[in-house]
């Protein structure tokens, strides 16, 4: 007997896709999910060093806030059809409870992504969801009123409405390879060049490689402008490799510089690490003069009892230009404003970033003007959605990514009901 034609065709059984496959079909439609890797949800199995961190404690303003000023318009209603707290409850219900960690991310309890990935996988095949594994779809094209979803190995599936969830292209291995960059493209429709995000950077500067391994916990991490302005900033940990810096303050504020190489110019921000993120520069010049007033003129560095590794003080010396063994009774006023500031600002110097392969998502996509946020449909081409990391969206690190993907997944399940 011949199978029913599908009500709609989602296409990349990662998260957005799994999600919005499970609640169209528990929303009464027939779904038809194709996957062009040999199973479903490769990057859950990977994320957060496989604990999977799937949503955010943030309520959804604060959630959608940081996905930059055209995100947070994009996202604001999905945030609030699925905020981060209906996501903890939805895998609540499919058997994954959850738990808080630090920097406001949520896990399972189990502390497995596996749990995660099954539980979608379950709630997908428990509504009836035809899943067809090793199934590349080729090409998108325009068929009468509906689709045609063209299959390596020569097969053309049809259907009414599609939705694209192929993700973007970082861990190709992954299966995420752009595919759906160029059939986006030839339909007319703007996009964002991709590049990669919360990357780790690469730094030559050999005092940067020789801070191998250090991690600075309480670090600020900010990108400033040539004028001194701060263009964005994030409090969060770094850490310094033997390419450059990673961890997720510098991650999350990488694509600046992802940009700039992709486009073979000079980045127009700094990367500034603030060590001592505790005190203002004004504290810190106190806390010089009163080591300064201390008896024995003991060495400055020493003196100044700062909780800050000693390789990454001396790096601050050097680049306010105060030798690291002076004594504290004989640093100068713009000697103190100078060190001040480095210990404030300290200046990484960038050379690019550690690409698509190392990178956890992808910034750039599908414009989001050519989508309605309201429904995750394509303005002006009737049938075809696009949820998760295909689109022109992307947070920072601590779960974000995983809810938008749920989120844009919800909207566009609930529209293929309504049509
Ligand atoms: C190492 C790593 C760790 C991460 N950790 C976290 C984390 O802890 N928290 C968080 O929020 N985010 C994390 N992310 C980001 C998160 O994984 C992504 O943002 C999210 O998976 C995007 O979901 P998606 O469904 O849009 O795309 P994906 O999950 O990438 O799914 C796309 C799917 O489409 C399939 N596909 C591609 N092309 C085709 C084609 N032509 N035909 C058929 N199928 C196709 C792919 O095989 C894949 O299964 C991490 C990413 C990486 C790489």
Redesign the pocket.
Known sequence: MALRPPDLVV???????LWCAARAAELGRRVLL????TR?G???L???GTH???TTTLGPAEAARLFGPRGERFLKHALRVLPPKAVRERFHALGVPTVEAPWEKIFPASGRARDVRDALHAWALAGGVRIRHE????RLRRDGSGWALDIEGGESILAPEVVL????K??AK????G?AYPWLAELGLRMVRPVPALVPLVSRAGWVQDLAGIALEGAVVRLVAPDGRVAAERARPALFTHLGVSGPGPMDLSEPFARAEDERRACDVALCLDVCAGETQEELRERMLAAAARTGAPLLAKALELEVPRRVLEAAFAQAGVAADMRANTLAKPARHALAQALKALRIPIDGTRGFDFA??TAGGLDLAEVDPGTCRVRGLPGLLV????LDLQGPIG?????A?FATAEVAAASVKQT
């Open positions: 296409v990349g059984a990662g998260a957005a896709g194709l996957e062009k890797t479903v490769t990057k859950v990977a994320s957060g999977c961190n799937l199934q590349a779809v080729r969830a192929l993700g973007g970082s861990y992954t299966g995420t390879t595919d956890e998502v949820v998760g990391e295909l779960g974000l990514n995983f809810q993907a």
